[in-house]
């Protein structure tokens, strides 16, 4: 059974940079047959997706995002993290990692619980 | 950019039938995906694919995907089924969500 998790600070002050990692069990990042994805949820609101990177380092990011962002994976460790620059409180959400299958069209089958970052000086 | 469009909320009455849209522009054309939120969760995936069931997902769960909309039908909608409910498309290495529909079981 797959299982993805979540870790990194709870609070970031403005203009800093919001720093996460997930780390995978019960499967290789490796492996190659999938994307691993970020995906934010701000408080009362609808899911936003970030990005996603193939265990090989190539990334793929969302269009509409305003704050710089950079996703990287360390297959030694079996983790992905997240970078995001020059934050600001409309960064404040909810983070979760998800994994989905390696498709044209995919899908996001396995998520982490999530974890609360919130953006304050 | 793409969007897809759901209603912010649905109601229905136990064991009734629940439908929820999820409108886009030539949705139909691409694969759409749905996935079921309770507060306090993850997001958990009930359809792929426009039509195929995960593991696990109750038969009350269906969905379609023609034209501009894809929807998901939940049959004898049980009060557990309450939450709110996603869909999702994933497009020339892009990913995008609806903005997500509470479903009221009153």
């Known amino acids: 059974q797959v299982q993805l998790q979540e870790s990194g600070p709870g609070l970031v002050k403005p203009s800093q940079t919001l720093s996460l990692t997930c780390t995978v069990s019960g499967g290789s990042i490796s492996s190659g047959d999938y994307y691993w994805s970020w995906i934010r949820q701000p408080p009362g609101k609808g899911l936003e997706w970030i990005g996603y990177i193939y265990y090989s380092g190539n990334t793929y990011y969302s269009p509409s995002l305003k704050s710089p962002v950079t996703i990287s994976v360390d297959t030694s460790k079996n983790q992905f993290s997240l970078n995001l620059s020059s934050v600001t409180a409309a960064d404040t959400a909810v983070y979760y990692c998800?994994?989905?299958?390696?498709?044209?069209?995919?899908?996001?089958?396995?998520w982490g619980q999530g974890t609360l970052v919130t953006v304050s000086s | 950019s793409y969007e897809l469009t759901q209603p912010p909320s649905v109601s229905v009455s136990p064991g009734q039938t629940a439908s929820i849209t999820c409108s886009g522009d030539k949705l139909g054309n691409k694969y759409a995906c749905w996935y079921q939120q309770k507060a306090g969760q993850s997001p958990v995936l009930v359809i792929y694919q426009d039509t195929k069931r995960p593991s696990g997902i109750p038969e009350r769960f269906s969905g379609s995907n023609s034209g501009n909309t894809a929807t998901l039908t939940i049959s004898g909608t049980q009060a557990m089924d309450e939450a709110d409910y996603y869909c999702q498309m994933w497009d020339s290495n892009t990913v995008v969500f609806g903005g997500g529909t509470k479903l009221t079981v009153l």
């Open positions: 998800a994994r989905a299958r390696r498709y044209t069209s995919s899908w996001f089958d396995y």
